[in-house]
C-alpha cells in the first residue's frame, strides 16, 4: 500500500524530535507554549508541537498510530473511487485535492487538538505540551467514521468494530480528562478526534448517514 505523504510525515517527525532532542532551544521554540501562543503571537506552535515529542516511546506510539490508520486513509482520500465503493453517494474529487484533504485532517486536527490547552493554560507561564497524539486523533477518528464496520485493535490487541472503539476512545479519554491526573492531555485527543469527526462531515454529509446506517445494521443484526 503506496502512502508517501504518511510515509513522509513520520520520516520528518522523527527526524525534527530527533533534532529538537539533541537541541533544547529547537524544543523550547516548537512546543506549545499557550502563554506564548496568547501573548507573543507565536501561532505557529500550533502546528510545530506535532513535530516533536517527549521521548521515543511517545514518539514510536504515536507514529506507530498513525502509520496503522494514515496509510488506509491516504490511500482512499487520494483514490476516492475506491472510497465509493463503501460510500456510494458520496461526491467524487481528484487525487490532489484528497492529498490536500488528508493533509488538512492531519495538521488541521493538530491545531484544533490545541485548543483546549490555549483557552485553559494561556496565563501558566509554566505548562508547556508535545506530541502528535491531537493529529493523530483526528485521522483515527476520520477513518472510524468511513468505515465503522471494520474491525480494528484496541490498544493494539483488542478486536472490535471501529465504531465501538471510536466510543470506548472517546469515553475513555473523557474519563481521564475529566480526572485530571497525570501528564497526558486527553482533552487535546478528544478534541483532535472531534476535529478529524468534523472535516469528514464537512467533506461529504453522506459519510454521517452512512455511519448511522451501518451502525444501526451492526445493532439488528446482534438483535
Not at 485553559?120 to 483515527?140: C, L, Q, T
Not at 481521564?176 to 485527543?189: C, E, R, T, V, Y
Request: aromatic share 16%; with cysteine; net charge neutral.
Amino acid at each position: 500500500m503506496e502512502a508517501p505523504i504518511t510515509i513522509a510525515i513520520i520520516v520528518i517527525t522523527c527526524l525534527v524530535s530527533y533534532w529538537a532532542w539533541e537541541n533544547l532551544s529547537i524544543f523550547n521554540r516548537l512546543t506549545l507554549y499557550p502563554y506564548a501562543v496568547k501573548y507573543q503571537k507565536e501561532y505557529d506552535r500550533m502546528i510545530g508541537h506535532t513535530f516533536i515529542h517527549a521521548d521515543w516511546m511517545h514518539l514510536g506510539f504515536n507514529m506507530y498510530t498513525f502509520y496503522s490508520f494514515g496509510q488506509v486513509m491516504e490511500v482512499v482520500m487520494v483514490n476516492p473511487e475506491i472510497l465509493q465503493r463503501f460510500h456510494p453517494n458520496m461526491q467524487v474529487w481528484s487525487p490532489m485535492a484528497g492529498k490536500i484533504y488528508f493533509l488538512l485532517i492531519y495538521f488541521l486536527g493538530g491545531v484544533i487538538a490545541s485548543l483546549p490547552a490555549i483557552w485553559k493554560h494561556a496565563d501558566h507561564v509554566g505548562y508547556r505540551s508535545v506530541g502528535a497524539s491531537g493529529a493523530v486523533s483526528a485521522v483515527m477518528m476520520a477513518f472510524m467514521l468511513l468505515f465503522p464496520q471494520m474491525e480494528v485493535g484496541f490498544f493494539m490487541i483488542i478486536p472490535m468494530p471501529a465504531w465501538i472503539g471510536a466510543l470506548v476512545f472517546l469515553g475513555l479519554e473523557h474519563y481521564f480528562s475529566k480526572k485530571g491526573n497525570g501528564l497526558i492531555a486527553h482533552d487535546a485527543h478528544i478534541w483532535g478526534a472531534l476535529g478529524g469527526i468534523a472535516m469528514i462531515g464537512a467533506l461529504d454529509w453522506h459519510f454521517y448517514v452512512d455511519f448511522v446506517k451501518a451502525v444501526m445494521a451492526t445493532i439488528q443484526g446482534w438483535l
